[in-house]
């Protein structure tokens, strides 16, 4: 698939009505290397690389402090989040020996995983009741693991698995576009952000400095999208303290590079050496275009991230079915 190509937005209005759809609880279907085959010719990732691309393409150039239209749905979702945010509030760490892994994380994690279904029925309308348990399962894969106390790029895209079955299901719609990114998208981040650092959560399959970020992605793809054509903002620039702390709040691209700065010491060019490099790199677009690439080989493609995944009926397994 073309990196720059255009993709039709996400409509509810292409897939079953939901009133006759069978919703399931999603599951593990890749089990082993071979199995990997599947994914990628499964409707299920066609559909979310898909989603990602327009999202990518519908932040192109804009700051997140640009007016955009905000539905009932997405602040729906942002109250999700903030009940998640007052969650952690009401957990603090625990003392224990080991500095990594606080185990009161267990006991916020529990909290959502008996209340998902309840949270995410405060988004989704009463006529689609049905699709709630499915949806749900996204929501509580999007958070880390509770026996390991990680977190990385497999939950990241859970959520957006989350956004991209609400879309389907019409409870997110084609102009929520911009708030999915701005509003929805970068509160996940300031509540996983969160997270992190209270309970010092380990990073979950962690290239150390190879690595473009301990625990996130998209947010690089889609800040880098938003900056593409900026009239002064190069790539070279994310790496000046002084560029970053006076536009963090405008580019989550920047929003990133400030959490890293904050979490770790020494030379950037040491601790986040791929970033580094990609600081060489001419334009926005091109960086862009490197990180969806970069995206697919070393998250989508990879079996220890998408063994976990899971599949239903609006992220399904089969094969990619041709209109």
Same mark, same amino acid.
């Given at each position: 698939?073309?990196?720059? #190509?255009?993709? @039709?937005?996400?409509?509810? +209005?292409?897939?079953? /009505? /939901?009133?006759?759809?069978?919703?399931?609880?999603?599951?593990?279907?890749?089990?082993?290397?071979?199995?990997?085959?599947?994914?990628?010719?499964? =409707?299920?990732?066609?559909?979310?690389?898909?989603?990602?691309?327009?999202?990518?393409?519908?932040?192109?150039?804009?700051?997140?402090?640009?007016?955009?239209?905000?539905?009932?749905? !997405?602040?729906?979702?942002?109250?999700?989040? %903030?009940?998640?945010?007052?969650?952690?509030?009401?957990?603090?760490? &625990? $003392?224990?020996? +080991?500095?990594?892994? %606080?185990?009161?994380?267990?006991?916020?994690?529990?909290?959502?995983?008996?209340?998902?279904?309840?949270?995410?029925?405060?988004? &989704?309308?009463?006529?689609?009741?049905?699709? &709630?348990?499915?949806?749900?399962?996204?929501?509580? #894969?999007?958070?880390? %693991?509770?026996?390991?106390?990680?977190?990385?790029?497999?939950?990241?895209?859970?959520?957006?698995?989350?956004?991209?079955?609400?879309?389907?299901?019409?409870?997110?719609?084609?102009? $929520? =576009?911009?708030? !999915?990114?701005?509003?929805?998208?970068?509160?996940?981040?300031?509540?996983?952000?969160?997270?992190?650092?209270?309970?010092?959560?380990?990073?979950?399959?962690?290239?150390?400095?190879?690595?473009? $970020?301990?625990?996130?992605?998209?947010?690089?793809?889609?800040? +880098?999208? =938003?900056?593409?054509? *900026?009239?002064?903002?190069?790539?070279?620039?994310?790496?000046?303290?002084?560029?970053?702390?006076?536009?963090?709040? $405008?580019?989550?691209?920047?929003?990133?590079?400030?959490?890293?700065? #904050?979490?770790?010491?020494?030379?950037?060019?040491? *601790? @986040?050496?791929?970033?580094?490099?990609?600081?060489?790199? /001419?334009?926005?677009?091109? &960086?862009?275009?490197?990180?969806?690439?970069?995206?697919?080989? #070393?998250?989508?493609?990879?079996?220890?991230?998408? =063994?976990?995944?899971?599949?239903? +009926?609006?992220?399904?397994?089969?094969?990619?079915?041709?209109?």
């Amino acid at each position: 698939m073309a990196e720059g #190509e255009r993709h @039709s937005p996400p409509d509810s +209005s292409e897939d079953i /009505p /939901p009133a006759t759809q069978n919703f399931i609880i999603p599951k593990k279907e890749i089990h082993t290397v071979p199995d990997m085959g599947k994914w990628k010719r499964s =409707q299920a990732y066609a559909d979310y690389i898909g989603f990602i691309l327009t999202l990518n393409e519908g932040v192109k150039g804009k700051k997140l402090t640009f007016e955009y239209k905000v539905s009932e749905a !997405i602040e729906k979702l942002v109250t999700l989040l %903030n009940t998640l945010d007052r969650w952690i509030d009401e957990t603090p760490p &625990v $003392d224990q020996p +080991s500095r990594f892994g %606080n185990k009161a994380y267990r006991t916020w994690y529990a909290k959502l995983d008996e209340e998902a279904e309840n949270l995410v029925a405060t988004v &989704v309308p009463t006529h689609l009741a049905a699709a &709630v348990p499915e949806v749900a399962v996204y929501l509580k #894969e999007s958070v880390g %693991n509770s026996t390991r106390i990680d977190y990385g790029t497999g939950h990241e895209a859970a959520f957006a698995a989350f956004l991209c079955c609400l879309c389907k299901i019409g409870v997110l719609r084609v102009d $929520d =576009q911009i708030a !999915i990114v701005f509003k929805v998208f970068d509160r996940y981040l300031e509540v996983m952000r969160k997270l992190q650092k209270t309970y010092r959560m380990e990073p979950a399959g962690s290239q150390g400095v190879w690595g473009l $970020d301990d625990f996130q992605f998209l947010p690089f793809i889609w800040g +880098s999208s =938003q900056l593409i054509d *900026h009239p002064y903002l190069e790539p070279r620039h994310f790496v000046d303290e002084k560029a970053v702390n006076e536009n963090h709040k $405008d580019y989550m691209f920047l929003e990133c590079i400030l959490f890293i700065t #904050e979490m770790k010491t020494g030379p950037f060019a040491e *601790h @986040s050496n791929q970033l580094w490099n990609i600081s060489a790199v /001419p334009s926005w677009s091109k &960086v862009n275009q490197g990180l969806i690439r970069m995206y697919k080989a #070393e998250c989508l493609e990879k079996f220890p991230v998408i =063994q976990h995944f899971k599949f239903g +009926s609006l992220l399904p397994i089969h094969p990619v079915t041709s209109c």
